[in-house]
């Protein structure tokens, strides 16, 4: 069984910063991919960033320049760094782990606002 455990998230204001992580546990492979995704209330869940097993990364236009996805595979464990934050990137961030079927964690809320 896998288990995906997200934190970091919080409270910030326009133009600061957070660091989420995901604590993955169970049977992780490492040359499967890791991704953020994040939903805000009346909108669908989407993606933010993907990391592949060579390091390569696809983020979501709205994030380029300002978030970075890494994973250090040692540890298990993926991170997204959030930087210039926007009251647009509000939302329920999700942690997601595929192998045949998606698995996702219970989500960090993030709030951006002055």
């Known amino acids: 069984q896998v288990q995906l455990v997200e934190s970091g998230g919080g409270l910030v204001q326009p133009g600061g910063s957070l660091r989420l992580s995901c604590a993955a546990s169970g049977r992780i492979f490492s040359f499967n991919p890791m991704a953020w995704y994040r939903q805000a209330p009346g909108k669908q869940r989407e993606l933010v960033a993907l990391i592949r097993i060579g390091g390569g990364t696809n983020y979501a236009d709205s994030v380029k320049g300002r978030f970075t996805i890494t994973r250090d595979y040692a540890k298990n464990t993926l991170y997204l760094q959030m930087n210039s934050l926007e009251p647009e990137d509000t939302a329920l961030y999700y942690c997601?782990?595929?192998?045949?079927?998606?698995?996702w964690g219970q989500g960090t809320q993030v709030t951006v606002s002055s």
């Open positions: 997601n782990y595929n192998d045949f079927r998606d698995y």
